[in-house]
């Protein structure tokens, strides 16, 4: 590689975008020339600063609030109205189908998700204040770095922990094998109750599992998001699970529904 | 689809990303109202293009849309591109996270805030093709491949945008440097 072809591909070095053997081929020439190596270091002194000093600009509530408001409306008096508001002119590409239908199947396990009408409407106001305080919990249990009461990578360690502190015992499910290893436990007070806390890690996002009783029937699983978090509810075998994370709805339903399988094969 | 499946899905895939299209939305464009009409449009246009969307990764292709957008809009308007966050805004905002980031040291912190908003200015006034990729990847930590999808480009145009606009920040930033940071 020479000079010219090095400076072309530096910023995917520094951006650590480089495949294996192009980054064999670029350091053949980086590591003897002074002048890339400089570059280098702009480079990513610039990236640095950017990513640690420019402004994140958060939305705001109310701003939620308003889409939630629009889009829960029926659509077909919502929307014509907002077409002709002061910028939306349609030079609309029209071919997203195209471009994200080639990218397969709809994900199958949110397809798969049966919606609880019964649950989701018919106490609207219980279920969402439920969400409501997991998803503080959540958010509590990050900030104030008290994610775990016991730390421990073992199913066995863990699940003993319990023993004595609560009047049921959760089921603690090993899911290494599959990319969701437990790193500990804790209790949580959440709808007025003790209920047990299991920690999932998936690369290294957290995942709080909250466990408790259950007292009605078994309900099918259930995402929704708040706050940006995800969460998942279901209910099987006398116990409700409420998994809560930063992952992506996908991967945090991928989640469940194999903690689902094992827990019903115990 | 079943409009209630779809609402469900939509919020779980969607309406969390909400903050990145805000931000990306603002970084764009001139001012918070703005940014806030036209996230909302997006998300109008999200929810009515759903069924349509069929991949893994909602917050690309929502950012994709938040794009669209804006740069319909701005076709119409053919206003300048440059990103002028209100005074007050910066200031406000800056001061926020200096306090959260500093609170501990409270004398680098004046320092510190001056270079930020130096930083932030620096940012505005770069032109929007490198501004928006620079956002995308360094606030939103976007791989290219993402970013090159959302956007429609190769990946090669993605780097090779990265890098002229990181060397264009650090110019405008040592001349602002220099100019001792005025203000
Ligand atoms: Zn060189």
């Known amino acids: ?266 | 689809m079943n409009d209630l499946i779809k609402k469900q899905r939509f919020h779980t895939i969607v309406m969390p990303h909400l903050s990145s299209a805000f931000n990306l939305a603002r970084w764009l464009s001139h001012g918070h109202q703005e940014a806030e009409d036209i996230v909302q449009e997006a998300f109008l246009r999200a929810f009515k293009y759903f069924d349509g969307f069929h991949g893994d990764d909602g917050r690309v292709w929502l950012l994709g849309i938040v794009r669209n957008t804006f740069y319909t809009w701005y076709q119409q308007n053919k206003i300048q591109t440059k990103s002028t966050p209100y005074e007050d805004e910066l200031y406000g905002l800056e001061f926020e996270m200096t306090s959260i980031r500093d609170k501990n040291n409270p004398e680098t912190k004046l320092i510190q805030k001056n270079s930020q908003r130096l930083l932030n200015e620096a940012l505005c006034e770069l032109p929007i093709e490198f501004r928006e990729v620079m956002v995308m990847r360094e606030l939103e930590d976007l791989s290219y491949k993402q970013i090159a999808e959302l956007m429609q480009i190769p990946m090669g145009t993605v780097m090779s945008r990265l890098g002229r606009g990181r060397k264009q920040l650090a110019t405008i930033l040592l001349a602002k440097t220099e100019n001792g940071g005025a203000k």
């Open chain 1, 1 to 266: 590689m020479n000079h010219e072809q090095a400076q072309n591909l530096l910023p995917a070095y520094v951006d650590k975008e480089l495949s294996l053997s192009e980054v064999v081929d670029f350091e053949r020439h980086f590591n003897s020339c002074t002048k890339c190596q400089l570059e280098y270091q702009e480079q990513a002194r610039v990236s640095t600063l950017i990513k640690n000093n420019a402004l994140y600009f958060e939305a705001k509530p109310e701003l939620a609030e308003r889409i939630e408001s629009v889009i829960t409306v029926d659509l077909s008096k919502a929307f014509p109205q907002k077409i002709q508001g002061h910028f939306w002119n349609l030079n609309w590409p029209g071919s997203w189908d195209g471009i994200w239908g080639s990218k397969g199947a709809i994900m199958a396990s949110l397809a798969a998700l049966i919606i609880s009408t019964s649950l989701f409407f018919a106490t609207p106001s219980a279920q969402e204040k439920l969400t409501e305080e997991l998803t503080a919990s959540h958010i509590r249990s990050l900030q104030a770095n008290h994610l775990s009461d016991v730390i421990s990578t073992d199913q066995h360690t863990v699940k003993p922990w319990f023993n004595g502190k609560l009047d049921f015992a959760p089921p603690v499910i090993d899911l290494t094998a599959t990319g969701f290893p437990i790193t500990g436990g804790r209790l949580d007070y959440i709808n007025g109750k003790t209920i047990a806390v299991i920690i999932y890690h998936h690369n290294k996002h957290p995942i709080n599992l909250y466990i408790w009783p259950n007292t009605s029937g078994d309900s099918a699983m259930h995402a929704t998001a708040r706050k940006g978090y995800t969460l998942v509810h279901w209910a099987t075998g006398g116990m409700n699970y409420w998994a809560v994370s930063d992952l992506e709805a996908t991967k945090l339903v991928s989640f469940a529904e194999k903690l689902q399988a094992q827990v019903s094969v115990n």
